[in-house]
């Protein structure tokens, strides 16, 4: 197959059209500012072009006076507009290379389908449509539950409110990307990020964004979060081919912008996160309280810690709630503890440990005597 024979026929498919206008004639055609098209086009994420080269067509021309009229209609506010663009571009940029990628794998593992360039872009025009049914589809069902919930809350600011931040990591990623190849990697992290994207719609989270080896999720409700958190903490403790995670999480007001978050809150769950060990995972202080109160939940205060940008950090160690013991078998723990001089409630796990280390070495020493 030519190159150059290829990316044409795979243009006039994808563009809609041939090349034949310059970025100044596009501006003139769509009623727009040379300047302000050229911001826009930069926004986008693409390439600057000199004004004399002839590379858009008559869809940028419709595009451009589209932004122009939502623009002028008042749904989007101009000093906004180089934003929503930007975000627009980098979203729809990254689901491009994916769908890139996965025609390249089905054109390499399927050879007969690319045996002239004719051929490849009967097939990518017979499967563009199909593509852009299902993201018209799924667009519209985020739009209607992004709906929903905005006008159930119509009294709260949609930008900055409260809700859970929350991250989970993969620990030891680092040390795993040497031990593997590409293709493991690959596997690893596509499995992470499916089971990760299931549980948090499972509990009415939303995923923010995939970042490596870690996810970034917000919820709602206090409740909802602890249980993506523990579900996920369990369900790859449960998976022979993930390496164990840790989460971080904390509640509070966050500016929610063009898809991402933003704010102190965000930093904090980072931090705690950063903190936490395998199979962990630290709350900050206000989703404790909100936690305590719900029977299905163990929260034990951690030790305060130093992180960057914040001195004492005091978290606590979130844990599905245990059978509480009863009865004459609840009073011989207690009568067992008292004997032992250790305390009656131990507010976390490294202060009964360290409990119980004294105890033994204690025992060491006496027998050491006799």
């Known amino acids: 197959m030519a190159q150059d024979d290829l990316q044409q026929r795979l243009e006039r498919v994808l563009l809609g059209g041939p090349r034949k206008y310059t ?30 080269e002839t590379v858009f067509t008559d869809a940028d021309v419709a595009a451009m006076r589209t932004a122009d ?12 507009e180089v934003a929503v663009t930007r975000a627009l571009g980098q979203h729809l940029s990254r689901l491009a290379e994916w769908q890139v990628h996965m025609l390249w794998q089905l054109i390499t593992e399927n050879p007969e389908l690319a045996r002239s360039d004719r051929q490849v872009a009967r097939l990518v025009e017979r499967l563009l449509p199909e593509l852009e049914q299902v993201q018209n589809f799924v667009w519209r069902r985020h739009l209607a539950a992004y709906a929903g919930r905005a006008f159930a809350s119509s009294d709260e600011d949609l930008e900055a ?14 040390r795993l990307t040497r031990q593997i190849d ?21 509990h009415h989270g939303r995923v923010v964004k995939m970042i490596g080896d870690e996810v970034l999720f917000v919820a709602d409700e206090p409740a909802a979060a602890a249980e993506i958190a523990l579900t996920l903490t369990e369900r790859t403790s449960a998976a022979p081919d993930l390496p164990a995670v ?11 912008r063009f898809g991402d978050v933003y704010g102190s809150v965000v930093n ?19 989703l404790a309280a909100a936690l305590e109160p719900l029977p299905a939940y163990e929260l034990r205060t951690r030790r305060p810690v130093a992180v960057r940008g914040y001195n004492r950090l005091r978290p606590s160690a979130l844990r599905r709630a245990k059978d509480e ?3 004459m078998f609840a009073s011989s723990q207690q009568l067992a503890a008292e004997m032992m001089g250790l305390p009656e409630n131990v507010e976390d796990t490294e202060t009964a440990e360290a409990a119980a280390e004294d105890l033994t070495v204690g025992s060491r020493r006496r027998r050491r005597r006799r």
């Open 325 to 327: 013991p009863s009865g």
């Open 246 to 256: 840790r989460a971080g999480m904390a509640s509070g007001r966050i500016l929610s």
């Open 23 to 52: 970025r100044l004639d596009v501006a003139q055609k769509a009623g727009v500012p040379e300047e302000r098209s050229r911001r826009l086009w930069r926004a986008l994420g693409f390439a600057t072009v000199d004004d004399d």
């Open 268 to 286: 904090l769950a980072a931090r705690l996160t950063s903190v936490a060990r395998p199979d962990t995972i630290l709350v900050d202080r206000e």
């Open 69 to 80: 009229q939502l623009v002028q209609s008042g749904l989007v506010e101009q000093h906004l």
């Open 182 to 202: 590409e293709d493991e990697l690959s596997q690893v992290l596509d499995a992470f990020e499916s089971l990760a994207t299931e549980v948090i719609a499972e």
């Open 161 to 174: 409110r409260t809700q859970i931040v929350g991250f989970v990591d993969m620990v030891g990623y680092t």
